[in-house]
Each structure stands twice: as C-alpha cells, then as structure tokens.
T-cell receptor, first 114, second 112 residues
Framework: SQTIHQWPATLVQPVGSPLSLECTVEGTSNPNLYWYRQAAGRGLQLLFYSVGIGQISSEVPQNLSASRPQDRQFILSSKKLLLSDSGFYLC?????????????FGEGSRLTVL | GDSVTQMEGPVTLSEEAFLTINCTYTATGYPSLFWYVQYPGEGLQLLLKATKADDKGSNKGFEATYRKETTSFHLEKGSVQVSDSAVYFCALSGAGSYQLTFGKGTKLSVIP
C-alpha cells in the first residue's frame, strides 16, 4: 500500500532562519507531488506541484521554493523565513495521469515563525 | 478560474442531529467534486467523491450528490456523532486537471 510521510511534524523557527520540510512517498512510482499551506481562517493554498523529477510549478510568488531531487521525494525550502510563513504545511500526492484529482495527504508540518 | 464556496463555520450540533454543509462551485466543463475531512492535528483524508452529474458519493454515513443544475455538492449526514467533529473541505478538480481547488473549510463540533 502507498504511504506518505513528511517531517518534521512541528517546527519553531526565528524570523530570517532557513527552512527545510521533507516529504517522501512509498509504494507508488511517478506520482504527482504537491505542497499546500493551511493558514488560520484561509483554507488551503496550493504552493507548488511537480509532475516529475526536477519539474516544479509555483502557484504563488513568495520566498519559498520546492525541489524534487528524486521521484518520490519533495522538499519545501526557504532561505529566510518571514512571520507570514507560519502555518500548517501539507504534502500530498496523486496518481500520475489520472485526472480525477484525488489527493493523498501527509500528516502535516506545523511551522511557527517567531 | 475555478472556485469553491462553502458555508462559513463553525457549526455546532448536538449528537444525533442532522448535518448539512453547503458547497457550491464555479468551473468550466465537468469537474470532479470531493469532500475531504481533517481531524484535529492531522492531514486531510478523502471522505467521498463524485465524478459526474447526478452521482452520489457516500462514506461513513455521509452523502453528497453532484447537482450540475445548481452547481452544488452539499454534504449531509442523518445523525452526527462526537467523532465527526472535524473540519470539512469541499473541493473540485477541473476536467483534465490534476490539481484541486479547495473551499475554505467548515469546522464542525458535535457535542454530547
């Protein structure tokens, strides 16, 4: 069966510090991968998605970046965090080539920037 | 572009009450529609889905019917339980797309 893991689960970082959130998927090949952010009262915002290694599409301009160094690994990064980067970050995957849009989410990473 | 509008929360119900969470959408073509649920401190889980007009998705006592004429996908449950307390998200996937557009979520609290 397929599983998705992301870490760390909780992170408290000072403003201006770097960030790295990691996500891995097991039990499937060539998934589409996604990073969403959930901020209080604002629902879910798609940040990045990837259809293959090295292929990243950004949905919103910001100081975050994403990379996909391996087929089932997706990394969210920042060189300098802002207060507004606080939120709950969710990694997700979907089956490549299937357009029904069903996403499978990780457990989430809660980031607090102080 | 595509959009999803769902009723603002929070919604507080007594156990065994009837639940309706309204969801309407705007999209071109024939999107697929979804309800996701997020329990406290966790990621989202797919609750149910419908891929064409008049389809009814159902799971764990929840139901939603894809109504193209009213562009709606309202979530219903006949008798809620305390364990149903969570945030519910309506979402759509445009035809030929692998991305989801989410509503803002509705927080449901069920009290004994």
């Amino acid at each position: 069966s397929q599983t998705i893991h992301q870490w760390p689960a909780t992170l408290v970082q000072p403003v201006g510090s770097p960030l790295s959130l990691e996500c891995t998927v097991e039990g499937t090949s060539n998934p589409n991968l996604y990073w969403y952010r959930q901020a209080a009262g604002r629902g879910l915002q798609l940040l990045f998605y990837s259809v293959g290694i090295g292929q990243i599409s950004s949905e919103v301009p910001q100081n975050l970046s994403a990379s996909r160094p391996q087929d089932r690994q997706f990394i969210l990064s920042s060189k300098k965090l802002l207060l507004s980067d606080s939120g709950f970050y969710l990694c997700a995957w979907s089956v490549r080539g299937r357009d029904t849009g069903e996403l499978f989410f990780g457990e989430g990473s809660r980031l607090t920037v102080l | 572009g595509d959009s999803v509008t769902q009723m603002e929360g929070p919604v507080t119900l007594s156990e065994e009450a009837f639940l309706t969470i309204n969801c309407t959408y705007t999209a071109t073509g024939y999107p697929s529609l979804f309800w996701y649920v997020q329990y406290p401190g966790e990621g989202l889980q797919l609750l149910l889905k419908a891929t064409k007009a008049d389809d009814k998705g159902s799971n764990k006592g929840f139901e939603a019917t894809y109504r193209k004429e009213t562009t709606s996908f309202h979530l219903e449950k006949g008798s809620v339980q305390v364990s149903d307390s969570a945030v519910y998200f309506c979402a759509l996937s445009g035809a030929g797309s692998y991305q989801l557009t989410f509503g803002k979520g509705t927080k449901l609290s069920v009290i004994p």
